[in-house]
T-cell receptor, first 111, second 112 residues
Framework: GENVEQHPSTLSVQEGDSAVIKCTYSDSASNYFPWYKQELGKGPQLIIDIRSNVGEKKDQRIAVTLNKTAKHFSLHITETQPEDSAVYFC??????????FGKGTRLHILP | DAGVIQSPRHEVTEMGQEVTLRCKPI?????LFWYRQTMMRGLELLIYFNNNVPIDDSGMPEDRFSAKMPNASFSTLKIQPSEPRDSAVYFC??????????FGSGTQLSVL
């Protein structure tokens, strides 16, 4: 079926360290993989995305890697800061371009 | 640009009552999505429209839920009759094409 698995559900890292969140998807035909950040009381906001013809994409402290063979992709946040504390969601497109989300990772940046 | 606008922001109702959630997508966007968010199930896709036409409603939990998009600038999600297990945050999102979704601030629904 159409499924996106996300791990871990909760992640605590020391400020300045790196954080990594991993996702797997079920459909080898999926070709678009966005990541969203959700702050308290707000809707999710797109922070970075990657398409299947690219293995890695970077935007300042955020990077995403994609392994199509293994059907998994990861979000990397370097030099974490307090404002990075939020819930992060991975997602993938499936049949008819529907976008399915993982269950989210609550990231805590510790002072 | 005002972004995706949802109303109401909060809704408290009693079991059995009809609930209508409203969404105004970003002007020019041609796709609209309704998601439900709970702690247990995360963000679930309920239904999405492309050019005002429902494309996939397989996520709508049961016949009590219905959604309409009468024109490109307005959509509703209706629950009739509502039940306590419908309590959740309901998000509307819009996009140009099916990528880069822009989410509204959500409607917090509590059914007592």
């Amino acid at each position: 079926g159409e499924n996106v698995e996300q791990h871990p559900s909760t992640l605590s890292v020391q400020e300045g360290d790196s954080a990594v969140i991993k996702c797997t998807y079920s459909d080898s035909a999926s070709n678009y993989f966005p990541w969203y950040k959700q702050e308290l009381g707000k809707g999710p906001q797109l922070i970075i995305d990657i398409r299947s013809n690219v293995g890695e994409k970077k935007d300042q402290r955020i990077a995403v890697t994609l392994n199509k063979t293994a059907k998994h992709f990861s979000l990397h946040i370097t030099e974490t800061q307090p404002e990075d504390s939020a819930v992060y969601f991975c997602a993938a497109t499936f049949r008819d371009d529907k976008i399915i989300f993982g269950k989210g990772t609550r990231l805590h940046i510790l002072p | 640009d005002a972004g995706v606008i949802q109303s109401p922001r909060h809704e408290v109702t009693e079991m059995g009552q009809e609930v209508t959630l409203r969404c105004k997508p970003i002007s020019g966007h041609n796709s609209l999505f309704w998601y439900r968010q709970t702690m247990m199930r995360g963000l679930e896709l309920l239904i999405y429209f492309n050019n005002n036409v429902p494309i996939d409603d397989s996520g709508m939990p049961e016949d009590r839920f219905s959604a309409k998009m009468p024109n490109a600038s307005f959509s509703t999600l209706k629950i009739q009759p509502s039940e306590p297990r419908d309590s959740a945050v309901y998000f509307c999102a819009s996009s140009l094409g099916q990528e880069k979704l822009f989410f509204g601030s959500g409607t917090q629904l509590s059914v007592l």
